[in-house]
C-alpha cells in the first residue's frame, strides 16, 4: 500500500513539473520542411502564442516582429484610428516601463482617463473645454513621475536598428533589429511591454497623431486621391476609411476603448512573434516560451463581416490640389487568399512589371503619357476584398479623360488575348528572382511568414505561390480579365487647384517639464544582463573582394555571392549633374533608346526576357549604369548592355517628348508648397 501510495505521489509530481511554469509548454506545430528555403520552425506556445523561427547566418544579429490580427478595420466606427493610435501608445510603457513610482501616476493615470471618458460624452463646447483644463491638471501631475521614451532607449541601449511599428487595415506589427547577443533582453522587454500597457503622455502622442493627419494624411496629393476612390470603392467596408481615422474621431479620444481594444485584441491566440536571423532556434524558443507563457489567452469576438453592393457602372469623383493632375482607377476584386489570385497577379504584371508590361510599353516607353502604373492589392493582404488600381499623369495639353481611356485599353488588350506568349514565364522568372532577393534580408524574411500568420494560411501553401503561379496560363489570365473587369470601376480625378484642407487643431496643452534622463528599475535590470561580446568581422581586401585595374583610370572591384545564383553590375562614372547639367536629360533619353538591333521597345523586352533589371540614372556626382539578374544570364546581360552602350538610337521626337514631359513636372512642382 505504501509503495503503491509513494508511485501516485511521483506520478502527481511529474505531472506537477510538467504544467509549472518554466517548463517546455510548446508545440511544433511544423518543423524545417526540405525544400522551404528558409527552414522555417513554427511553434505554439500553451496560451496560444504562435512563433516563426527561421536562421539567416549573413550577419551577427536578428529580426524580430510581434504581429497582430487587427488594423484599422477593427476600429469602432464611432472611433476610427484607434489601431493606428494604439500602435503609438505600446511605446509608452507600462507599470514597470516608464515610470519612477507607477503607484502615485496610477492615481492621475486614472483621473485622465475618467475626465476623457466625460469630455467624450459631452456636447457642450464651454464644458469641454473646461474638462480639458482639468486634464490639463492632472497630466501635470502625472508627468511628475513618468519617464518619455523609455522603450526606444531600452532597445536603443541594446543595439537596435529599425525599432518602428506599423498599422494596416488587417494587422499591426511591431518590429526591432537587434544584435544577436541581446535576445534574452528583447524577450525580457517584448514581452513586459506587451503584458499590460499603460497609456501614460495620452495627450502628447495625440499631439503626434495629429501633426501626422495633418502633414502626411490630409494635405498629402496622393492620399487624398486614394481616399475619395477607396470611398466610393468600399462604401460600407472599413477599407474604405483611411487607417488614421477621421478628423471628428480623432478630435474625441477614449482611453477606456482604448483599453478594450488592447484587452479584445492583443491577446497571444491572436499575435505571432516571427524572428529571422543569427538565432540559435531550440534556445529561442524555450527563451520565448520563458518569457511569454504568462500572457493570458481570451476568446476572441466574432469577425464582423461587411457586403458590397456589385459596381454596374462607372463611378466618379474629383478633388482639387496645386499642381500635378492625376487619374486613378479602381475594381474591386478578390481577398488575397482566393484560389484565383495568382492569376490576377500576373493580370497586373501584364499591365505593369516596370519594364516590359502593357502600360510600361505602350504608353510610358512610347510617351503617350507622362507616366502610368498598376497596382494590386488582392496579392498583399486583404481579408474581405481585393482592388486592381490604374493610374497616370498627363502630358501638356492631354486631359484625363483621355489618360483614363488609354489605361481602359490596356485592360480591354490583355480580354483579347493581345499579350505575347513570353511575358507570363518572364513575370514568373521575375517572381523567382525577387523571392531569391527578399530571402536575403531578415526583414523581408519576417514579413513573408507575417503574412501567412495574418492571412490565417498554412505556410507550406503560402510559400507555394510561384508554383501555383507557373501553372497559370494565358488562357487562365484572359479568363479573369474578363470575369474582374466587365463592369464597373471608379475612377477619380485630381485636378489642379486650390485644395480643402480641413486642418485638425491642436488642444491646447501646458509644456510638460520631465526629466528625461530617469531610468525606471526595470531599464536597470535589463542594462544588467549579462551577454557575450560578439567579435567584429572586417571585410579584407583579396579575400573579401578583389580589386583589378581593367586599364589606366577603370578599376574593376567584384566578389562572390555566396547566397544564391543572382548577380549584380554597376558602372560608376565620376561626373555628374553639377558637372554638366545635360546629364540627367541624357540619361533619361536614354533610358528611352534603343540600339541598332533592337528598337526601345524591343530593347525593354529583351531585358525582360533574361530576367534582367537595367536602370540609368544621374546624380550629382556621378553617373551610374546598373543591371542585376540571374547568374546564368550573366553573359547575355553584359553583351547587351554592351551593345546599348556602345550605340543607343534615339530621335529628335523621343527628345522633344522627354523634353515636354520634363519641362511639365518642373511646372507643377513649382504650384505644389510640399515640393
Known amino acids: 500500500m505504501h509503495r503503491k501510495t509513494a508511485s501516485i505521489l511521483w506520478v502527481l509530481m511529474g505531472l506537477l513539473l510538467i504544467a509549472a511554469p518554466g517548463q517546455a509548454e510548446y508545440k511544433l506545430i511544423q518543423g524545417p520542411a526540405a525544400d522551404d528555403p528558409m527552414q522555417t520552425s513554427i511553434y505554439q506556445l500553451a496560451n496560444g502564442l504562435t512563433v516563426y523561427l527561421t536562421v539567416n547566418r549573413e550577419e551577427p544579429r536578428f529580426y524580430a516582429e510581434t504581429a497582430i490580427r487587427a488594423g484599422s478595420v477593427n476600429d469602432p466606427d464611432d472611433l476610427t484610428g484607434m489601431a493606428h493610435y494604439m500602435e503609438h501608445m505600446l511605446f509608452k510603457g507600462t507599470s514597470r516601463i516608464g515610470t519612477v513610482d507607477f503607484e502615485k501616476e496610477k492615481v492621475h493615470l486614472d483621473k485622465i482617463e475618467e475626465l476623457y471618458e466625460q469630455h467624450f460624452v459631452e456636447t457642450d463646447s464651454t464644458k469641454r473645454k473646461e474638462i480639458y483644463a482639468q486634464i490639463n491638471a492632472e497630466v501635470q501631475q502625472a508627468s511628475q513621475y513618468a519617464i518619455p521614451g523609455e522603450i526606444d532607449r531600452l532597445f536603443t ?38 503584458r499590460e500597457p499603460v497609456f501614460r503622455l495620452f495627450q502628447t502622442e495625440l499631439e503626434t497623431v495629429y501633426e501626422e493627419m495633418n502633414m502626411r494624411y490630409i494635405d498629402n496629393k496622393d492620399r487624398l486621391i486614394r481616399n475619395a476612390v477607396n470611398r466610393l470603392l468600399f ?31 492583443y491577446v497571444p491566440n491572436n499575435m505571432a512573434l516571427i524572428l529571422s536571423g543569427d538565432i540559435d532556434v531550440q534556445k529561442t524558443i524555450e527563451t520565448i516560451d520563458a518569457e511569454f507563457s504568462g500572457w493570458e489567452s481570451r476568446k476572441l469576438p466574432k469577425p464582423r463581416k461587411w457586403k458590397e453592393k456589385k459596381i454596374k457602372s462607372v463611378e466618379r469623383d474629383t478633388v482639387y490640389y496645386p499642381g500635378e493632375e492625376f487619374v486613378l482607377l479602381a475594381f474591386r476584386t478578390i481577398p488575397s487568399t482566393h484560389k484565383d489570385t495568382e492569376a490576377l497577379q500576373l493580370f497586373d504584371m501584364i499591365l505593369d512589371n516596370a519594364a516590359a508590361g502593357l502600360i510600361n510599353l505602350n504608353l510610358n516607353q512610347q510617351q503617350k503619357v507622362r507616366q502610368a502604373g498598376s497596382y494590386t492589392s488582392s496579392h498583399g493582404l486583404s481579408n474581405d476584398y481585393g482592388a486592381q488600381h490604374l493610374w497616370g499623369i498627363p502630358k501638356e495639353g492631354q486631359s484625363l479623360k483621355e489618360v483614363e481611356q488609354l489605361l481602359i485599353e490596356q485592360i480591354e488588350q490583355i480580354k483579347r488575348g493581345e499579350f505575347e506568349e513570353w511575358l507570363i514565364p518572364a513575370i514568373v522568372t521575375d517572381f523567382k528572382k525577387s523571392l531569391k532577393q ?45 470575369k474582374y473587369f466587365k463592369d464597373g470601376y471608379i475612377s477619380g480625378y485630381r485636378l489642379d487647384g486650390p485644395a ?34 560578439i567579435e567584429p568581422a572586417y571585410i579584407v581586401p583579396g579575400r573579401d573582394f578583389t580589386k583589378k585595374e581593367i586599364r589606366d583610370g577603370v578599376d574593376l572591384y567584384y566578389s562572390r555571392n555566396p547566397l544564391n545564383d543572382l548577380f549584380s553590375f554597376t558602372i560608376s562614372v565620376d561626373i555628374g549633374t553639377l558637372a554638366d547639367n545635360r546629364m540627367r536629360v541624357a540619361t533619361e533619353l536614354m533610358d528611352k533608346s534603343g540600339t541598332q ?66 519641362l511639365k513636372n518642373r511646372e507643377d512642382a513649382v504650384k505644389d508648397h510640399r515640393t
Open 500 to 533: 480643402e484642407i480641413p486642418a485638425v487643431e491642436k488642444p491646447e496643452l501646458d509644456k510638460i517639464d520631465i526629466d528625461a534622463s530617469r531610468q525606471s528599475e526595470f531599464f536597470q535590470q535589463i542594462a544588467s544582463i549579462p551577454y557575450e561580446e
Open 438 to 482: 527578399r530571402l536575403e534580408g531578415n526583414g523581408s524574411r519576417a514579413g513573408m511568414l507575417r503574412s501567412s500568420f495574418l492571412a490565417r494560411e498554412k505556410w507550406d501553401h503560402s510559400r507555394r505561390k510561384i508554383e501555383r503561379m507557373e501553372k497559370v496560363t494565358k488562357k487562365d489570365v484572359t479568363k479573369v480579365a474578363k
Open 157 to 194: 541601449a541594446m543595439g537596435e536598428r529599425g525599432l518602428n511599428a506599423g498599422t494596416s487595415q488587417e494587422f499591426i506589427y511591431y518590429h526591432v533589429d537587434l544584435p544577436a547577443n541581446r535576445l534574452e533582453q528583447w524577450a525580457k522587454v517584448e514581452a513586459e511591454r506587451f
Open 235 to 265: 462604401k460600407n467596408h472599413p477599407y474604405g476609411r483611411p487607417i488614421i481615422g477621421t478628423v471628428e474621431d480623432l478630435k474625441n479620444p477614449s482611453i477606456r476603448r482604448m483599453y478594450d481594444f488592447y484587452n479584445t485584441y
Open 597 to 662: 538591333r533592337f528598337s526601345a521597345e524591343d530593347l525593354k523586352k529583351e531585358w525582360y526576357k533574361l530576367g534582367t533589371d537595367f536602370s540609368i540614372g544621374a546624380g550629382d556626382q556621378r553617373t551610374t549604369i546598373s543591371i542585376s539578374g540571374l547568374d546564368e544570364n550573366f553573359a547575355a546581360s553584359l553583351a547587351l548592355l554592351v551593345e546599348f552602350t556602345g550605340g543607343p538610337t534615339a530621335d529628335d521626337a523621343t527628345l522633344a517628348d522627354r523634353i515636354g514631359i520634363i
